[in-house]
């Protein structure tokens, strides 16, 4: 029982990482693609929009990596071993992020270093989400070979392959689809709403670009992707329904004016595609190539530990989740504001 | 350089950036609740100011590190895969409760900084307590999973297996209650004689004189209080790894020969071929006081150690001379600080602020070098008895390099901090002017 506690508790944080986070990333990645006349205003209801909680946000990914390297130690140590190098570039990037991202606000004054700390936060703010989904792709690619003899085949093709760079790119777009769809809601005037909604519309285009991108590579590199997802009555559902909300959503956006109510269909949409993609090949985390794949049961850690671990996070998210229900309301918008 | 030791370095660096960054960020927070209940009682400006110029610094170390304390945990796995396979569901219970002491405190930090003017007086009050209160629960929890590493219990190894694992009983390990004590008494100390002197400094410069000795008021009381009752735990700490970790203390006293009533070594340059420490102080029977508590009884030497079990002696031996001798100076400036009490004018005295002007990297000095006598001390291993280091490293080479992005990094990263503080401090005058801010 409490193996399945701690399983739900990994993949919550996945999921609120990749949504909640990622739509910090896409702010950053936004910012790099407005035309310099309106980018000091983005910038500025970007950091209203997560200055308070963008610190809440990441550690969804220290939940996530905790939960890993105490309860299922060997995934933990295989990523980091086979995934050393897009991993640490994922945390050059989470560190570059992190730090100018609070500079670039605490810098008593302001001069031509806010031009250094907004290149490396826009840009940082491509590497991380990028890296991220290779890491994401690598796992599953089946490219990660513990008898390789060379390094390259070890610590390289684990991770560089058209697959795995094209979920990192998907993820990338996702991020910025997800940062715009939040920006509507933040929006305070009309010029500034449709900004966002012709930047939702570029991001979600390019989502799709990358995603089908994703497909092709995946049938170049011989992974069944296509049977994963459209083969399992669960795949296909929940491919269905997030292209249904996504369409719900968009009639809401263009027809109805609305700008909050958004928000929780672009979330379901990755819910969907996160569970599409894990229930295909549950239990399996990472897919060895030539070897015994590591699950999240054969990997999992005595049951003393598992017992701890999911008693641990229980009490943590009766601490935690009100408080950040709170956060989340007290510097929100609660209500749709007609511009 | 080989790749084992990159390792090692790139561990240590990190480790070494980290502390001084969790440190900063779970005490400040205490300084800024007092001088904000102040305000809020007292209602006078200064004390706004002061909680508001705290809490850009907290927010700049908070920012700094959380990012180098994610780079950890991973880093855990990618340098030492093997010890993390193996110790990760021993010694991960104080990670998973650090988890959610880190999560709230990033929540709580979020209401503090954006909460001014905007929640409730008391409550925005309360959410800076938290901050702190949750900063310092993380920082014992992560040692005590590092003690957990000095005092390794909870399992037990039949061929290679790690069977009977409780993780409760490896995070109530025998080492986690006075490293805890140890390094939460640290982090006051070396933040407090840190931030009090700079602002004696600034009093020096005959900046904002107000504002700078209300701050250094507040500050100092901790760092004293702190100061000291460090020697103390520091006792505590001694009897403590002589009885568990005998290879440490005689590395750390540089005691090469077991003998009754042996002597305390001071300074010295310890020769580990010849067995001898050459320019050393010695004062007979005092290490067997501060290692048994009485003048007489037998301390272990390395002699009695296995050669291949002996940690490196003269780093392990120069780290701790530097981390006592500051505590000391420290220690001293605390008692100079009490008897001022009785003396207010010497706050106005140069020779008086000088001395904390001096004090302000000692703290830090005296953490890195104690991290170094815990960390190198424990050398070769990295589970104590159980585990040696050179098995856990990652079998990826190349860790030379990862070692060098990291060090530049690293080094950019606390360039820029520095830059940022030096600018936060010279705005003062101007973001704090009184007339200004009685306006806002």
Same mark, same amino acid.
């Given at each position: 029982?409490?193996?399945?506690?701690?399983?739900?508790?990994?993949?919550?944080?996945?999921?609120?990482?990749?949504?909640?986070?990622?739509?910090?990333?896409?702010?950053?990645?936004?910012?790099?693609?407005?035309?310099?006349?309106?980018?000091s205003?983005?910038r500025k209801?970007?950091y209203?929009?997560?200055g308070?909680?963008?610190?809440?946000?990441?550690?969804?990914?220290?939940?996530?990596?905790?939960?890993?390297?105490?309860?299922?130690?060997?995934?933990?140590?295989?990523?980091?071993?086979?995934?050393?190098?897009?991993?640490?570039?994922?945390?050059?990037?989470?560190?570059?992020?992190?730090?100018?991202?609070v500079f670039r606000h605490y810098d008593a004054v302001k001069d031509d270093m806010q031009k250094v700390y907004?290149?490396?936060?826009?840009?940082?703010?491509?590497?991380?989400?990028?890296?991220?989904?290779?890491?994401?792709?690598?796992?599953?690619?089946?490219?990660?070979?513990?008898?390789?003899?060379?390094?390259?085949?070890?610590?390289?093709?684990?991770?560089?392959?058209?697959?795995?760079?094209?979920?990192?790119?998907?993820?990338?777009?996702?991020?910025?689809?997800?940062?715009?769809?939040?920006?509507?809601?933040?929006?305070?005037?009309?010029?500034?709403?449709?900004?966002?909604?012709?930047?939702?519309?570029?991001?979600?285009?390019?989502?799709?670009?990358?995603?089908?991108?994703?497909?092709?590579?995946?049938?170049?590199?011989?992974?069944?992707?296509?049977?994963?997802?459209?083969?399992?009555?669960?795949?296909?559902?929940?491919?269905?329904?997030?292209?249904?909300?996504?369409?719900?959503?968009?009639?809401?956006?263009?027809?109805?004016?609305?700008?909050?109510?958004?928000?929780?269909?672009?979330?379901?949409?990755?819910?969907?595609?996160?569970?599409?993609?894990?229930?295909?090949?549950?239990?399996?985390?990472?897919?060895?190539?030539?070897?015994?794949?590591?699950?999240?049961?054969?990997?999992?850690?005595?049951?003393?530990?598992?017992?701890?671990?999911?008693?641990?996070?229980?009490?943590?998210?009766?601490?935690?989740?009100?408080?950040?229900?709170?956060?989340?309301?007290?510097?929100?918008?609660?209500?749709?504001?007609?511009? | 350089?080989?790749?084992?030791?990159?390792?090692?370095?790139?561990?240590?660096?990190?480790?070494?950036?980290?502390?001084?960054?969790?440190?900063?960020?779970?005490?400040m927070?205490?300084f800024m609740?007092?001088s904000h209940?102040k305000w809020?009682?007292?209602k006078d400006i200064t004390y706004r100011n002061i909680t508001k110029a705290w809490s850009k610094g907290v927010a700049i170390f908070?920012?700094?590190?959380?990012?180098?304390?994610?780079?950890?945990?991973?880093?855990?796995? /990618?340098?030492?895969?093997?010890?993390?396979?193996?110790?990760?569901?021993?010694?991960?219970?104080?990670?998973?409760?650090?988890?959610?002491?880190?999560?709230?405190?990033?929540?709580?930090?979020?209401?503090?900084l954006y909460?001014w003017d905007?929640?409730?007086?008391?409550?925005?009050?309360?959410?800076?307590?938290?901050?702190?209160?949750? @900063?310092?629960?993380?920082?014992?929890?992560?040692?005590?999973?590092?003690?957990?590493?000095?005092?390794?219990?909870?399992?037990?190894?039949?061929?290679?297996?790690?069977?009977?694992?409780?993780?409760?009983?490896?995070?109530?390990?025998?080492?986690?209650?006075?490293?805890?004590?140890?390094?939460?008494?640290?982090?006051?100390?070396?933040?407090?004689?840190?931030v009090a002197g700079v602002h004696a400094l600034m009093i020096l410069k005959g900046k904002q004189i107000e504002f700078h000795t209300k701050a250094f008021?507040i500050v100092?009381?901790?760092?004293?209080?702190?100061?000291?009752?460090?020697?103390?735990?520091?006792?505590?700490?001694?009897?403590?790894?002589?009885?568990?970790?005998?290879?440490?203390?005689?590395?750390?006293?540089?005691?090469?020969?077991?003998?009754?009533?042996?002597? /305390?070594?001071?300074?010295?340059?310890?020769?580990?071929?010849?067995?001898?420490?050459?320019?050393?102080?010695? $004062?007979?029977?005092?290490?067997?006081? /501060?290692?048994?508590?009485?003048?007489?009884?037998?301390?272990?030497?390395?002699?009695?150690?296995?050669?291949?079990?002996?940690?490196?002696?003269?780093?392990?031996?120069?780290?701790?001379?530097?981390?006592? @001798?500051?505590?000391?100076?420290?220690?001293?400036?605390?008692?100079?600080?009490?008897?001022?009490?009785?003396?207010?004018?010497?706050?106005?005295?140069?020779?008086?602020?000088? $001395?904390?002007v001096?004090?302000?990297?000692?703290?830090?000095?005296?953490?890195?070098?104690?991290?170094?006598?815990?960390?190198?001390?424990?050398?070769?291993?990295?589970?104590?008895?159980?585990?040696?280091?050179?098995?856990?490293?990652?079998?990826?080479?190349?860790?030379?390099?990862?070692?060098?992005?990291?060090?530049?990094?690293?080094?950019?990263?606390?360039?820029v901090v520095v830059f940022l503080l030096k600018r936060q401090i010279e705005m003062v005058p101007v973001l704090y002017n009184e007339n200004q801010a009685r306006r806002l």
């Amino acid at each position: 029982m409490m193996n399945y506690i701690v399983i739900a508790f990994l993949f919550l944080s996945i999921v609120l990482y990749i949504i909640l986070g990622g739509a910090d990333f896409g702010a950053g990645i936004l910012e790099l693609f407005t035309s310099a006349k309106n980018r000091s205003r983005t910038r500025k209801t970007l950091y209203m929009a997560i200055g308070p909680i963008w610190e809440a946000n990441h550690m969804w990914l220290i939940i996530a990596i905790v939960i890993l390297f105490v309860g299922f130690p060997a995934i933990y140590t295989e990523m980091s071993t086979s995934l050393h190098i897009p991993l640490i570039c994922m945390l050059i990037g989470i560190i570059a992020r992190g730090t100018a991202f609070v500079f670039r606000h605490y810098d008593a004054v302001k001069d031509d270093m806010q031009k250094v700390y907004n290149r490396v936060y826009a840009l940082s703010s491509i590497v991380t989400p990028l890296f991220l989904g290779i890491i994401a792709g690598s796992v599953l690619s089946g490219h990660i070979d513990i008898n390789a003899n060379t390094f390259s085949e070890r610590y390289m093709h684990s991770w560089l392959n058209w697959f795995s760079v094209g979920v990192g790119f998907f993820v990338v777009a996702l991020c910025g689809f997800l940062a715009s769809v939040y920006l509507i809601g933040e929006a305070d005037n009309a010029e500034d709403r449709q900004r966002f909604v012709n930047k939702a519309r570029r991001m979600n285009i390019a989502a799709v670009i990358c995603g089908a991108l994703v497909f092709i590579a995946a049938s170049l590199d011989h992974i069944p992707l296509l049977q994963w997802i459209f083969y399992s009555p669960v795949g296909l559902t929940a491919v269905i329904a997030a292209t249904g909300s996504l369409a719900i959503m968009w009639y809401l956006i263009l027809y109805r004016n609305k700008s909050l109510i958004i928000r929780p269909f672009v979330a379901f949409q990755v819910v969907m595609i996160l569970l599409a993609i894990s229930y295909a090949h549950f239990p399996d985390v990472i897919i060895i190539r030539g070897g015994e794949n590591l699950s999240l049961f054969n990997t999992m850690a005595p049951n003393k530990t598992m017992d701890a671990l999911g008693w641990a996070l229980i009490l943590g998210s009766i601490f935690i989740l009100p408080a950040l229900f709170y956060l989340y309301y007290s510097f929100q918008k609660h209500e749709e504001v007609p511009l | 350089m080989e790749d084992f030791f990159a390792a090692r370095a790139q561990m240590a660096l990190s480790l070494g950036f980290h502390i001084i960054y969790a440190c900063i960020g779970m005490v400040m927070p205490f300084f800024m609740a007092v001088s904000h209940f102040k305000w809020l009682k007292t209602k006078d400006i200064t004390y706004r100011n002061i909680t508001k110029a705290w809490s850009k610094g907290v927010a700049i170390f908070f920012a700094t590190g959380a990012v180098s304390g994610t780079m950890l945990s991973f880093e855990l796995g /990618l340098l030492w895969p093997t010890f993390m396979k193996h110790a990760g569901p021993i010694f991960g219970m104080p990670f998973s409760l650090e988890g959610t002491a880190f999560f709230i405190e990033a929540i709580a930090l979020g209401f503090f900084l954006y909460g001014w003017d905007k929640l409730n007086r008391w409550f925005h009050w309360f959410t800076g307590v938290i901050v702190g209160v949750s @900063g310092l629960a993380s920082g014992i929890l992560v040692v005590s999973a590092n003690a957990w590493m000095n005092s390794p219990t909870g399992f037990d190894v039949v061929n290679g297996h790690y069977i009977n694992i409780d993780p409760i009983k490896a995070m109530f390990n025998n080492a986690w209650l006075f490293e805890a004590l140890h390094m939460t008494l640290a982090a006051f100390a070396a933040t407090g004689f840190a931030v009090a002197g700079v602002h004696a400094l600034m009093i020096l410069k005959g900046k904002q004189i107000e504002f700078h000795t209300k701050a250094f008021k507040i500050v100092i009381v901790f760092a004293a209080i702190a100061a000291v009752l460090q020697p103390i735990s520091g006792d505590f700490s001694a009897k403590d790894v002589a009885k568990r970790q005998p290879a440490k203390l005689a590395a750390m006293e540089a005691h090469f020969h077991t003998e009754k009533s042996a002597s /305390l070594i001071i300074g010295g340059l310890p020769d580990e071929e010849h067995q001898t420490v050459n320019y050393a102080i010695k $004062l007979p029977g005092l290490l067997s006081f /501060l290692a048994h508590g009485n003048l007489e009884q037998e301390v272990i030497g390395l002699d009695e150690i296995p050669v291949d079990e002996h940690p490196p002696v003269a780093v392990a031996h120069f780290a701790f001379q530097i981390m006592v @001798g500051l505590g000391m100076i420290m220690m001293a400036l605390a008692v100079l600080y009490f008897i001022s009490l009785r003396r207010m004018l010497w706050l106005r005295e140069r020779w008086f602020l000088n $001395l904390f002007v001096m004090a302000i990297p000692m703290g830090f000095i005296a953490v890195e070098a104690g991290w170094t006598v815990t960390e190198v001390g424990r050398q070769p291993w990295i589970i104590y008895g159980v585990m040696r280091t050179a098995d856990a490293v990652t079998p990826m080479p190349g860790i030379v390099y990862s070692f060098y992005l990291f060090t530049l990094i690293y080094i950019s990263l606390s360039v820029v901090v520095v830059f940022l503080l030096k600018r936060q401090i010279e705005m003062v005058p101007v973001l704090y002017n009184e007339n200004q801010a009685r306006r806002l």
